[in-house]
């Protein structure tokens, strides 16, 4: 069973920072990529940052470059997203998304995982 534990949202002012953190526990035996990805009410989830786990590739979505910079400890199977300069318009709930396989008896699936999501509020 595979788990991903997401933390740091809550509320700050505009201009202000923030950093989400995501765990991946379990039987874990790789893991492709993990990413951030965000929803508000009414419109779809969209893909905020991502990060590959194997190499440094990163893509981000235009509303945030130069803004929010994902980052990754492979050790500890976490995935990190810094805020910075928030805006109203991110406000939003936060989904921590991975890809991860697993091996259990002696079956490899590799599945897509998501978090329980963190909400995030920008407002003075």
């Known amino acids: 069973q595979v788990q991903l534990v997401e933390s740091g949202g809550g509320k700050v002012q505009p201009g202000g920072s923030l950093r989400l953190s995501c765990a991946a526990s379990g039987s874990i035996l790789s893991i492709n990529h993990m990413a951030w990805y965000r929803q508000v009410p009414g419109k779809q989830r969209e893909l905020v940052a991502r990060i590959m786990m194997d190499g440094w590739y990163t893509n981000y979505a235009d509303s945030v470059k130069g803004r929010f910079i994902i980052s990754r400890d492979n050790a500890k199977n976490t995935v990190l997203l810094q805020m910075n300069s928030l805006k109203p318009e991110d406000s939003a709930v936060y989904y921590c998304?991975?890809?991860?396989?697993?091996?259990?008896?002696?079956?490899?699936?590799?599945?897509?995982?998501w978090g329980q999501g963190t909400q995030v509020t920008v407002s003075s």
């Open positions: 998304n991975a890809v991860i396989g697993t091996v259990e008896r002696g079956l490899i699936t590799t599945l897509e995982y």
